[in-house]
T-cell receptor
C-alpha cells in the first residue's frame, strides 16, 4: 500500500458525460501527479500540482481539468467524455525533501478505471 | 521533448535464464526509475538511480545507469515465474531546478515460463 488513495476504483459512464476522480496523497506529500494509462498510448503524464498550484502540464486535453485543494487532495475532472477516454487514471504523490535526500520518486495509487460506453 | 524508449517491449523467458531490458532516453537527466506493474494493478517502485554509474540490486533484479550514454539496464538473473509483470523505466524532468514529473517508457511485458 503506497498510501495514495484514489476513488472511485471503477467508473462506467456514457459518452458526453462528466466525471470527477479524486486522489488523496500520502501524508506530508505536497506534489500530486495525474497519469493516464491506455493500451495504445501507454502511461501519459497529464498534470502536476505542488501545494495547490499547477506546476507542469503534459498531454492533458482541454476537456480535462484538475485542481489541488488546501488539504492537498486533488480532483481530475473529465468532461464531454469520448470512447477514447476509457483508461486507467493514476494519481501519484511525492514529497520534496531537498538535496541530498531528494529522490523524485513517485508513489502511485491503485488507479481509477474509467469505461466510457 | 524528452523521449524514453524501452526494448524489448515483449519478453518471454524460461525460468532460470538471464536477460536484460534496456532503457534509452533522449535528453540529459540524472534521475532514472524502474517500476513494476502487475496486470490491472498499481505501479510499484523498484529502483531509484540518481547518479552516473549507479547500480542497485534487489533479489534477482539489478539496475544500472549510464548518464553519458543515456542508458539504463534492468538485468534479470535466473528468472522465476513471480517476476512475470510489466516493467517500466521512467526519467525525471526538472522545472527550474525543482522537482518535476516522470516520463515513462512504453514498458516491457515479461512472461517467465517454466
Amino acid at each position: 500500500d503506497s498510501g495514495v488513495t484514489q476513488t472511485p476504483k471503477h467508473l462506467i459512464t456514457a459518452t458526453g458525460q462528466r466525471v470527477t476522480l479524486r486522489c488523496s496523497p500520502r501524508s506530508g506529500d505536497l506534489s500530486v501527479y495525474w497519469y493516464q494509462q491506455s493500451l495504445d498510448q501507454g502511461l501519459q503524464f497529464l498534470i502536476q500540482y505542488y501545494n495547490g498550484e499547477e506546476r507542469a502540464k503534459g498531454n492533458i486535453l482541454e476537456r480535462f481539468s484538475a485542481q489541488q485543494f488546501p488539504d492537498l487532495h486533488s480532483e481530475l475532472n473529465l468532461s464531454s467524455l469520448e470512447l477514447g477516454d476509457s483508461a486507467l487514471y493514476f494519481c501519484a504523490s511525492s514529497v520534496y525533501l531537498g538535496p541530498p535526500l531528494y529522490t523524485g520518486e513517485l508513489f502511485f495509487g491503485e488507479g481509477s478505471r474509467l469505461t466510457v460506453l | 521533448e524528452l523521449k524514453v524508449e524501452q526494448n524489448p517491449l515483449f519478453l518471454s523467458m524460461q525460468e532460470g535464464k538471464n536477460y536484460t531490458i534496456y532503457c534509452n532516453y533522449s535528453t540529459t537527466s540524472d534521475r532514472l526509475y524502474w517500476y513494476r506493474q502487475d496486470p490491472g494493478k498499481s505501479l510499484e517502485s523498484l529502483f531509484v538511480l540518481l547518479s552516473n554509474g549507479a547500480v542497485k540490486q534487489e533479489g534477482r533484479l539489478m539496475a544500472s545507469l549510464d548518464t553519458k550514454a543515456r542508458l539504463s539496464t534492468l538485468h534479470i538473473t535466473a528468472a522465476v515465474h513471480d517476476l512475470s509483470a510489466t516493467y517500466f523505466c521512467a526519467v525525471g524532468v526538472r522545472y527550474g531546478g525543482s522537482q518535476g514529473n516522470l516520463i515513462f517508457g512504453k514498458g516491457t511485458k515479461l512472461s517467465v515460463k517454466p
